[in-house]
């Protein structure tokens, strides 16, 4: 079939069919659209509906809403694939969405997930485990079948607990790694903060403090409660003691009902000693 210009066909048309023709057209073997210096089209119309097109051009083939004039599903030449992402450079990625959520839905009780893969071989990924107690979303090892991470619906996170339930806010185990590091990549202080409704307590390193270590009231380490230096020297209530030759600092009075204290050297005074004897 050979048509130069415009062309009207009444009925059906059957392109290699041999036979008979159900549909306006149809077309066994493969059809090319050529247009040397134009996008190439094909148009989708509907009355009462919007207008949509499959087009081509130098860059890109491409989904096109043309009633709302957007192009809504985009392959590059390199083959990168947006959803929304319009005309342009755009998208970036091989997988480029922008403009909206991106949903992975399966049947009730089944996992879902998305892994990366590398040279044909599943490495880490994200697996919603539906079914499972809690409906967590795992951070996955798929090469060694292990949960690395665990977040369920309640807002719980466990690091290396694996598909326990998690009864913490935040629970970590380990069988080799025996230590939790604040790690802060600058000379500045490193902090952890308690806080309820009523008070709010503060440890770390105080930098300004010679690195010590210190647990404070309140949000900072300003409001020193106790305080270790790194040369061994330990303060309570105080902070002042860095020059002195000592190693206890108290910065009030010490009081007990019963035996306080006990030294197996001596006792130096820089002041007074008070004992009172409430009886």
Same mark, same amino acid.
């Given at each position: 079939?050979?048509?130069?210009?415009?062309?009207?066909?009444?009925?059906?048309?059957?392109?290699?069919?041999?036979?008979?023709?159900?549909?306006? %057209?149809?077309?066994?073997?493969?059809?090319?659209?050529?247009?040397?210096?134009?996008? /190439?089209?094909?148009?989708? !119309?509907?009355?009462? &509906?919007?207008?949509?097109?499959?087009?081509?051009?130098?860059?890109?083939?491409? %989904?096109?809403?043309?009633?709302?004039?957007?192009?809504?599903?985009?392959?590059?030449?390199?083959?990168?694939?947006?959803?929304?992402? *319009?005309? +342009?450079?755009?998208? #970036?990625?091989?997988?480029?969405?922008? &403009?909206? =959520?991106?949903?992975?839905?399966?049947?009730?009780? $089944?996992?879902?997930?998305?892994?990366?893969?590398?040279?044909?071989? =599943? $490495?880490?990924?994200?697996?919603?485990?539906?079914?499972?107690? +809690?409906?967590?979303?795992?951070?996955?090892?798929?090469?060694? =079948?292990?949960?690395?991470?665990?977040?369920?619906?309640? *807002?719980?996170? &466990?690091?290396?607990?694996?598909?326990?339930?998690?009864?913490?806010?935040?629970?970590?185990?380990?069988?080799?790694?025996?230590? %939790?590091?604040?790690?802060?990549?600058? #000379?500045?202080?490193?902090?952890?903060?308690?806080?309820?409704?009523?008070?709010?307590?503060?440890?770390?390193?105080?930098?300004?403090?010679?690195?010590?270590?210190?647990?404070?009231? &309140?949000?900072? !380490?300003?409001?020193?409660?106790?305080?270790?230096?790194?040369?061994? /020297?330990?303060?309570? *209530?105080?902070?002042?003691?860095?020059?002195?030759? +000592?190693? %206890?600092?108290?910065?009030?009075?010490?009081?007990?009902? #019963?035996?306080?204290?006990?030294?197996?050297?001596?006792?130096?005074?820089?002041? *007074?000693?008070?004992?009172?004897? #409430?009886?």
């Amino acid at each position: 079939l050979e048509v130069d210009g415009g062309a009207q066909i009444v009925g059906s048309l059957g392109v290699g069919t041999g036979g008979s023709v159900t549909d306006k %057209l149809e077309v066994v073997g493969a059809v090319r659209i050529s247009n040397l210096s134009a996008d /190439k089209k094909i148009h989708f !119309l509907r009355t009462g &509906g919007n207008e949509f097109s499959f087009e081509h051009d130098t860059s890109s083939f491409y %989904l096109y809403n043309r009633t709302s004039t957007t192009e809504l599903f985009t392959i590059l030449n390199n083959g990168n694939i947006g959803i929304g992402t *319009g005309s +342009g450079t755009d998208p #970036a990625a091989r997988l480029h969405v922008k &403009g909206g =959520d991106a949903i992975v839905e399966n049947g009730s009780g $089944m996992a879902s997930g998305l892994r990366f893969r590398e040279n044909g071989t =599943d $490495m880490l990924g994200l697996k919603y485990q539906g079914g499972v107690s +809690g409906n967590p979303l795992d951070i996955y090892n798929f090469q060694a =079948d292990t949960i690395l991470v665990r977040i369920d619906e309640n *807002g719980k996170v &466990g690091i290396g607990t694996g598909s326990s339930a998690l009864s913490q806010i935040l629970e970590i185990k380990s069988s080799s790694q025996t230590k %939790l590091l604040l790690n802060r990549n600058a #000379a500045n202080d490193v902090e952890l903060e308690f806080k309820n409704t009523e008070q709010s307590w503060t440890t770390g390193i105080d930098r300004s403090n010679s690195n010590a270590y210190t647990i404070s009231t &309140g949000t900072s !380490l300003g409001n020193v409660g106790l305080r270790v230096h790194t040369d061994g /020297k330990v303060g309570i *209530g105080t902070g002042s003691f860095e020059n002195s030759t +000592g190693k %206890l600092f108290v910065g009030a009075e010490i009081m007990g009902s #019963a035996a306080i204290a006990q030294f197996n050297g001596f006792i130096r005074l820089t002041q *007074g000693l008070y004992i009172s004897d #409430a009886s």
